[in-house]
């Protein structure tokens, strides 16, 4: 599960259009990121996946059904945002369960989810503190793992690491890509940052002014990019 396809999905503003006819395919469990220039359109474009944003022609599936009308709390999708978007006066282990208790699930079901995201992410030992008493890369470490508990088809993650400073930019990527290669999700992830996508990728889709210019793998865009600007935004000498 969590096959995601866009069939020419466009995407207007009033009266400018921000997205043109975009069509992508991502397999299930594969980690698909959306790199380019600010305002080429890549959150919109993963807002729209998420139910936050109505495609304004197109279609949207999500395992074989489309879900333009489906709303995001129904998509079995979890967003991870840049902001982290935690709740200040709740402890970490309340943000954990607070989207899991409204859906009503069985608290022992809730607990055991938290205890064994929190021990994947290692953040076992405060989960009774408040996000405020945590570092930037552990509040994004709860973000990650408020996402995890949902065990959701697929996770939308829109430049969850740019507020990290550059040493821990690069530890939490190693441990997304590990945890991307345990949990086996598909994933979603966007980046204005070509060493971000060059390293995490299975593939890159490079968007540019609301289209996209290429889609391969990094070795691909590496080798073979499409025009001079893949090649430029993606540091290829071809
Ligand atoms: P990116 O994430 O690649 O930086 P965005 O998807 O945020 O780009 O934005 C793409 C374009 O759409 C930008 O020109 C932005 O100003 C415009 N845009 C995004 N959201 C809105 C909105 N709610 N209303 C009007 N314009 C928007
Ligand atoms: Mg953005």
Do not use: W
């Not at 599960?1 to 069939?7: N, R």
């Amino acid at each position: 599960m969590g096959h995601i396809k866009l069939t020419n999905i466009t995407k207007s503003f009033g009266a400018i259009d921000v997205l043109h006819g975009i069509n992508l395919e991502i397999a299930d469990g594969e980690l698909v990121v959306f790199v380019g220039p600010s305002g080429c359109g890549k959150s919109t474009l993963l807002r729209m996946i998420a139910g936050l944003e109505k495609p304004t022609g197109g279609e949207l599936a999500i395992d074989g059904t489309v879900v333009n009308a489906i709303p995001a709390s129904d998509r079995g999708l979890a967003m991870v945002f840049q902001s982290y978007a935690l709740y200040p006066h709740m402890s970490v282990r309340q943000n954990l369960a607070f989207g899991l208790e409204n859906s009503k699930m069985p608290k022992a079901e809730i607990a055991t989810r938290i205890t064994e995201a929190a021990r994947m992410l290692e953040i076992e030992h405060y989960l009774d503190r408040r996000p405020g008493q945590l570092s930037g890369g552990q509040r994004q470490r709860v973000a990650i793992g408020r996402a995890i508990v949902r065990r959701p088809v697929a996770f939308l993650l829109d430049e969850p690491l740019s507020n990290l400073d550059a040493e821990l930019r690069g530890s939490t990527r190693a441990e997304l890509a590990a945890l991307h290669a345990r949990l086996s999700a598909t994933m979603i992830y966007v980046t204005h940052d070509q060493i971000e996508a060059m390293t995490l990728a299975d593939r890159i889709v490079v968007l540019r002014a609301g289209r996209i210019e290429q889609i391969g793998t990094p070795m691909q865009l590496y080798n073979t990019p499409a025009n001079r600007f893949v090649a430029g935004f993606i540091g290829s000498p071809h």
